[in-house]
C-alpha cells in the first residue's frame, strides 16, 4: 500500500493528479514489486537518470531523493524493505511522471513571464488517463517521446542535442576570454579552441595561418556571422561559449519549441529575429528568403503571430510620440532645419499640416501637440513598400533608406520594425495570385508614379515572427545565432530560480 499523498514531505508536487491515480488505484504500489523495481519503475527511473536527453534536469524529477530511497530501501542485515520508503518513492516517481510530461510537452516556463509553471490544463488529456494507459501498454516511454512537439525543427535540435553529447563527451572547452597582444600565442589558442569544438580542419592546403583562417571562416558561417577569417567583436563573443553554453542554447530553443505547435498553415512568412532573416515557406519548401533589419536591444522587436493583407506603396512615416520626445526634439532645439533636411512636415492634433515656424525649445516630452511625418519618397524612413498587418505593437515590415545596413554584420538597428532587404520581390510574390487585378506591370508602373497606393492582397498570408538561437538544417548541421536580446540568458536565470 501507498501512504496518502498529503503525508508525504513537500518534495511531491501537490497536484490533484497524484491523489486521484491513488484513489482510483486503491494506493497500490505502482513502480516496484517486492522492494525493487518493476518494468514500469525502471524504465522511468532510466527516463529520470538521462532526463538531458530531451534537454530537461533530472533534478527536477526527484533524481537524487529517489535514488537515495531506492539505495537504503532494504535493510543489510535483515534483508527486510523499508515500506515507508518504497512508498515515498512510489508517490515521488508517480509526481515524476506527470512533471515531466508536462514538461516534455508544454515546457517548464511561462512562454510571456519566464516563470516556472505548472499547467497540465495544456494538454489535450488527463494526466491520470495517460499513466493508466501507459502502465496498461507498457509504453512509458513512448507515452513521454508521444507528447513532445511534433514539428521538425524540435526533432532535429533534440538530435543535435543528443550528437553534441556524445560527441563531446570527453572534451571541454573554456571561453576564449582574453586577447593577447601577442598574436601567434592567441592564434594557438584560438587554434586549440577550434580543434576542441571540432571547427579545425587539417585537410585545409596552406600553411598553419590560412588553414586557421579557413576554419575560422567555417565557425563564422556556423554562428552566422560574416565569413572574413577575422576575429571581430561578435566572433570573438561567439568564441566565448563553453561547451555547457553550446549545449545550454541548444536546451533553450527546444524549451522555446514546447511553447507554441508551430505554423499549422501550408504558406506563410517567418522572420528570426535572432538570425535577421524572413523566410516564405509553402508545403515546407523554402521559396524566397531575405535579410533583414530588426530591432535594438532597447527596442526589441516584438514575437508575434498575424496576417499580412495589404501592404502600401509610397507610405508615410508618422513618427511614434517615444522616437519624437527622446530623438528628434532635441535635434530640433539646437537646428530647426532637421525638419526640412529630414523631409518632415508638422501637423497639428486635427492631422492638418502647420506651414508656420515652431518655437521648438517651448516643447518637452510632456507637452507636445504635434504629429511629425515624413513624406513620401525614395528617402522615407520606411522606403517605398510597407507591408502591414495587424498587432497591438504598431510594427511593420518594410523597405528602408538605409539599404546599405543590411551587409552589416549586427543588423539589431531598428525601432522594432523590421526592414527588408528584398521588398520588391517580396511584393512581387504576395500578388503573383491576382495577376488578372494587379499584374507586376501594375506594380512597376505605381513605383514609378511615386504616388502612394494601398495594394490588397488576394490571398492574405500568415506572418510569424519568432526568436530561435539555434537551428538545425536539412543536413544536420547545426546553426548558433548571437542571443542579441538575451533572452536565453534570461531563461536560464529562471530555471536556475526555480530550484
Given at each position: 500500500?501507498?501512504a496518502?499523498?498529503?503525508?508525504?514531505?513537500?518534495?511531491?508536487?501537490?497536484?490533484?493528479f497524484v491523489?486521484?491515480?491513488?484513489?482510483?488505484?486503491?494506493?497500490?504500489?505502482?513502480?516496484?514489486?517486492?522492494?525493487?523495481?518493476?518494468?514500469?519503475?525502471?524504465?522511468?527511473?532510466?527516463?529520470?537518470?538521462?532526463?538531458?536527453?530531451?534537454?530537461?534536469?533530472?533534478?527536477?524529477?526527484?533524481?537524487?531523493?529517489?535514488?537515495?530511497?531506492?539505495?537504503?530501501?532494504?535493510d543489510?542485515?535483515?534483508?527486510?524493505?523499508?515500506?515507508v520508503?518504497l512508498s515515498?518513492?512510489?508517490?515521488?516517481?508517480?509526481?515524476?511522471?506527470?512533471k515531466?510530461?508536462?514538461h516534455?510537452?508544454?515546457?517548464?516556463?511561462?512562454?510571456?513571464?519566464?516563470?516556472?509553471?505548472?499547467?497540465?490544463?495544456?494538454?489535450?488529456?488527463?494526466?491520470?488517463s495517460?499513466?493508466?494507459?501507459?502502465?496498461?501498454?507498457?509504453?512509458?516511454?513512448?507515452?513521454?517521446d508521444?507528447?513532445?512537439?511534433?514539428?521538425?525543427?524540435?526533432?532535429?535540435?533534440?538530435?543535435a542535442?543528443?550528437?553534441y553529447?556524445?560527441?563531446?563527451?570527453?572534451?571541454?572547452?573554456?571561453?576564449?576570454?582574453?586577447?593577447?597582444?601577442?598574436?601567434?600565442?592567441?592564434?594557438?589558442?584560438?587554434?586549440?579552441?577550434?580543434?576542441?569544438?571540432?571547427?579545425?580542419?587539417?585537410?585545409?592546403?596552406?600553411?598553419?595561418?590560412?588553414?586557421?583562417?579557413?576554419?575560422?571562416?567555417?565557425?563564422?558561417?556556423?554562428?552566422?556571422?560574416?565569413?572574413?577569417?577575422?576575429?571581430?567583436?561578435?566572433?570573438?563573443?561567439?568564441?566565448?561559449?563553453?561547451?555547457?553554453?553550446?549545449?545550454?542554447?541548444?536546451?533553450?530553443?527546444?524549451?522555446?519549441?514546447?511553447?507554441?505547435?508551430?505554423?499549422?498553415?501550408?504558406?506563410?512568412?517567418?522572420?528570426?529575429?535572432?538570425?535577421?532573416?524572413?523566410?516564405?515557406?509553402?508545403?515546407?519548401?523554402?521559396?524566397m528568403?531575405?535579410?533583414?533589419?530588426?530591432?535594438?536591444?532597447?527596442?526589441?522587436?516584438?514575437?508575434?503571430?498575424?496576417?499580412i493583407?495589404?501592404?502600401?506603396?509610397?507610405?508615410?512615416?508618422?513618427?511614434?510620440?517615444?522616437?519624437?520626445?527622446k530623438?528628434?526634439?532635441?535635434?530640433?532645439?539646437?537646428?530647426?532645419?532637421?525638419?526640412?533636411?529630414?523631409?518632415?512636415?508638422?501637423?497639428?492634433?486635427?492631422?492638418?499640416?502647420?506651414?508656420?515656424?515652431?518655437?521648438?525649445?517651448?516643447?518637452?516630452?510632456?507637452?507636445?501637440?504635434?504629429?511629425?511625418?515624413?513624406?513620401?519618397?525614395?528617402?522615407?524612413?520606411?522606403?517605398?513598400?510597407?507591408?502591414?498587418?495587424?498587432?497591438?505593437?504598431?510594427?511593420?515590415?518594410?523597405?528602408?533608406?538605409?539599404?546599405?545596413?543590411?551587409?552589416?554584420?549586427?543588423?539589431?538597428?531598428?525601432?522594432?520594425?523590421?526592414?527588408?532587404?528584398?521588398?520588391?520581390?517580396?511584393?512581387?510574390?504576395?500578388?503573383?495570385?491576382?495577376?488578372?487585378?494587379y499584374?507586376?506591370?501594375?506594380?512597376?508602373?505605381?513605383?514609378?508614379?511615386?504616388?502612394?497606393?494601398?495594394?490588397?492582397?488576394?490571398?492574405?498570408?500568415?506572418?510569424y515572427?519568432?526568436?530561435?538561437?539555434?537551428?538545425?538544417?536539412?543536413?544536420?548541421?547545426?546553426?548558433?545565432?548571437?542571443?542579441?536580446?538575451?533572452?536565453?540568458?534570461?531563461?536560464?536565470?529562471?530555471?536556475?530560480?526555480?530550484?
Amino acid at each position: 500500500m501507498v501512504a496518502k499523498p498529503e503525508r508525504v514531505n513537500e518534495e511531491v508536487n501537490k497536484t490533484k493528479f497524484v491523489t486521484e491515480y491513488y484513489s482510483q488505484n486503491k494506493f497500490t504500489v505502482t513502480w516496484t514489486d517486492k522492494g525493487k523495481l518493476n518494468k514500469f519503475g525502471d524504465t522511468l527511473f532510466n527516463i529520470i537518470e538521462n532526463a538531458d536527453t530531451y534537454g530537461l534536469l533530472r533534478e527536477d524529477y526527484h533524481y537524487s531523493k529517489l535514488d537515495s530511497l531506492l539505495g537504503s530501501a532494504k535493510d543489510p542485515k535483515t534483508k527486510k524493505f523499508d515500506a515507508v520508503k518504497l512508498s515515498e518513492a512510489d508517490l515521488l516517481f508517480t509526481d515524476a511522471f506527470f512533471k515531466i510530461i508536462v514538461h516534455a510537452s508544454k515546457g517548464r516556463l511561462n512562454s510571456d513571464s519566464l516563470t516556472a509553471e505548472w499547467h497540465p490544463e495544456k494538454l489535450d488529456t488527463n494526466l491520470v488517463s495517460l499513466l493508466d494507459h501507459a502502465i496498461k501498454q507498457n509504453k512509458i516511454r513512448e507515452t513521454i517521446d508521444s507528447l513532445e512537439p511534433k514539428n521538425d525543427q524540435y526533432q532535429k535540435l533534440k538530435l543535435a542535442l543528443r550528437n553534441y553529447k556524445i560527441l563531446f563527451k570527453n572534451s571541454h572547452w573554456d571561453s576564449l576570454k582574453s586577447r593577447e597582444s601577442d598574436s601567434l600565442t592567441f592564434n594557438q589558442r584560438l587554434k586549440e579552441r577550434l580543434i576542441a569544438s571540432m571547427d579545425y580542419s587539417d585537410a585545409y592546403s596552406g600553411n598553419d595561418s590560412i588553414r586557421l583562417m579557413k576554419s575560422l571562416k567555417d565557425f563564422q558561417c556556423k554562428h552566422n556571422l560574416v565569413d572574413d577569417g577575422k576575429v571581430g567583436k561578435l566572433t570573438f563573443k561567439a568564441l566565448q561559449q563553453t561547451k555547457e553554453d553550446v549545449i545550454q542554447q541548444i536546451e533553450m530553443n527546444m524549451e522555446r519549441w514546447r511553447w507554441t505547435d508551430g505554423p499549422k498553415e501550408k504558406r506563410y512568412v517567418w522572420v528570426n529575429i535572432p538570425k535577421y532573416e524572413m523566410h516564405v515557406m509553402e508545403d515546407d519548401s523554402l521559396v524566397m528568403r531575405s535579410r533583414v533589419i530588426v530591432g535594438a536591444a532597447k527596442t526589441n522587436t516584438p514575437l508575434l503571430k498575424s496576417t499580412i493583407r495589404y501592404f502600401t506603396i509610397y507610405p508615410y512615416w508618422t513618427v511614434p510620440f517615444s522616437i519624437i520626445t527622446k530623438e528628434i526634439l532635441p535635434q530640433l532645439k539646437r537646428d530647426t532645419s532637421y525638419l526640412r533636411r529630414k523631409n518632415f512636415e508638422v501637423l497639428d492634433r486635427n492631422g492638418y499640416v502647420i506651414d508656420t515656424m515652431v518655437n521648438w525649445k517651448r516643447y518637452s516630452k510632456n507637452y507636445f501637440p504635434f504629429k511629425l511625418r515624413q513624406r513620401i519618397g525614395d528617402d522615407n524612413s520606411l522606403g517605398i513598400l510597407k507591408f502591414n498587418f495587424n498587432n497591438k505593437y504598431g510594427v511593420y515590415m518594410h523597405d528602408t533608406d538605409s539599404r546599405r545596413l543590411f551587409a552589416r554584420e549586427n543588423r539589431s538597428l531598428s525601432h522594432g520594425c523590421v526592414r527588408l532587404e528584398k521588398f520588391y520581390d517580396f511584393a512581387k510574390y504576395l500578388i503573383r495570385e491576382d495577376s488578372l487585378n494587379y499584374p507586376v506591370d501594375s506594380l512597376n508602373a505605381d513605383l514609378s508614379r511615386e504616388q502612394q497606393k494601398q495594394v490588397n492582397l488576394k490571398k492574405p498570408i500568415p506572418i510569424y515572427i519568432n526568436y530561435y538561437t539555434v537551428e538545425v538544417d536539412d543536413y544536420l548541421e547545426v546553426h548558433f545565432f548571437i542571443d542579441i536580446y538575451g533572452r536565453d540568458e534570461k531563461m536560464l536565470k529562471a530555471l536556475k530560480a526555480k530550484k
